[in-house]
C-alpha cells in the first residue's frame, strides 16, 4: 500500500519561510523520482521541485528557484520543502507525488502514478 502524507502547510506572510514534509511508506525501495507540486487558485496544477533517488539529482520551477530546497531523509522515509521569502503568489495546495520513473520538474502532474491529499500553504501580503 503506497501512502504519501503531506505535512507543515499554514498561514505565514509575505517573507516568511515554511517547511513541508512528505512522508512515504509502502515502496520506498523502488521510487524513481518524488516531486513536490503545487495547485494554486486559478491556477493549473505545476511542478515545484523533484529529487531522483538514483543519483540524487535535483530540479526547480524557474519561479521557486533560489527560495525553495528539496531535501530527503532516508532514515525517515521523508523528502522535505523548505521554502524562503515567500510570496502570496505561492499560495496554494502543495502535493507530493512519486514515480518509478526517473522524471523532472517538467513532467506533467498528470504523468505521476502515486499522490498525498496535499497541504494547504497560505501567503498574506
Known amino acids: 500500500q503506497v501512502q504519501l502524507v503531506e505535512s507543515g502547510g499554514g498561514l505565514v506572510q509575505a517573507g516568511d519561510s515554511l517547511t513541508l514534509s512528505c512522508a512515504m511508506s509502502g515502496f520506498i525501495l523502488d521510487f524513481g523520482t518524488i516531486g513536490w507540486f503545487r495547485h494554486g487558485p486559478g491556477k493549473e496544477r505545476e511542478g515545484v521541485s523533484t529529487?531522483?533517488?538514483?543519483?540524487?539529482?535535483?530540479g526547480y520551477a524557474d519561479s521557486v528557484k533560489g527560495r525553495y530546497t528539496i531535501s530527503r531523509d532516508n532514515a525517515k522515509n521523508t523528502v522535505y520543502l523548505k521554502m524562503n521569502r515567500l510570496k502570496p503568489e505561492d499560495t496554494a495546495v502543495y502535493y507530493c507525488?512519486?514515480?518509478?520513473?526517473?522524471?523532472?520538474?517538467?513532467?506533467?502532474?498528470?504523468?505521476?502514478?502515486?499522490w498525498g491529499q496535499g497541504t494547504p500553504v497560505t501567503v498574506s501580503a
Open positions: 529529487i531522483r533517488n538514483s543519483d540524487g539529482s535535483i
Open positions: 507525488a512519486v514515480d518509478t520513473r526517473p522524471l523532472s520538474v517538467l513532467d506533467p502532474p498528470s504523468t505521476w502514478l502515486y
